[in-house]
């Protein structure tokens, strides 16, 4: 079974479009995998985000919708969907549409194909800005030299991962930004593709 985690906040625009072309591919990887279910993570959002998302639960018995009172950060929310999750492989991925869903496929088969535990996106044609694009850069060379794990972005949120490594991870604070290098140094198998953003 796949479980794709999504913590959201103040995406109330974003949630039927993002669905609308989530659903057909998890339709259609169900037929090879388990069954798959969506989990989105509210993490206390002030518009319409938690309504738009249990209209897709009338519609779609494979959405789930936890809740935060306020905002937790995505960390905290991160660790909701990996505690909540039933899949024996998670993706995660962020609710604003920069991540694309046609590319869980290539995450799946990376799993199988690289036999790895962890496979982190690498927004290869990156859509931010320039500033943005240099931090990162900085960022992924500082975690490279200090934890070893060579990767390009280890930042993104588009990954994929087995439920073993995700039980093993502690996500509070700003943790989420270091899921690979945390994996990394439990001695998971951590890989990446590149992926369109």
Request: aromatic share 10%; with cysteine; proline share 3%.
């Amino acid at each position: 079974m796949i479980s794709v985690i999504i913590p959201v906040y103040n995406e109330e625009r974003n949630i039927a479009p993002l669905f609308e072309r989530l659903s057909p591919i998890l339709r259609s990887v169900e037929k090879v995998e388990r069954g798959y279910e969506v989990i989105f993570i509210d993490d206390g959002s002030r518009d319409g985000t938690a309504q738009e998302i249990e209209k897709l639960r009338k519609k779609d018995r494979n959405v789930g919708l936890l809740s935060f009172k306020r905002n937790y950060g995505k960390s905290a929310a991160m660790q909701a969907g990996f505690d909540e999750a039933r899949g024996e492989t998670l993706i995660t991925m962020d609710g604003d549409l920069q991540d694309i869903p046609e590319e869980i496929p290539k995450f799946l088969a990376a799993l199988k194909d690289k036999d790895a535990d962890m496979v982190v996106g690498w927004r290869y044609y990156r859509e931010d800005k320039a500033t943005k694009r240099l931090a990162s850069r900085i960022f992924n060379s500082l975690s490279g030299f200090i934890t070893g794990l060579r990767i390009h972005d280890a930042n993104c949120g588009f990954k994929a991962l087995r439920k073993e490594v995700a039980k093993n991870l502690e996500v509070y604070g700003e943790m989420h930004r270091y899921l690979p290098a945390l994996a990394y140094i439990k001695g998971y198998k951590v890989s990446e593709i590149k992926i369109r953003h």
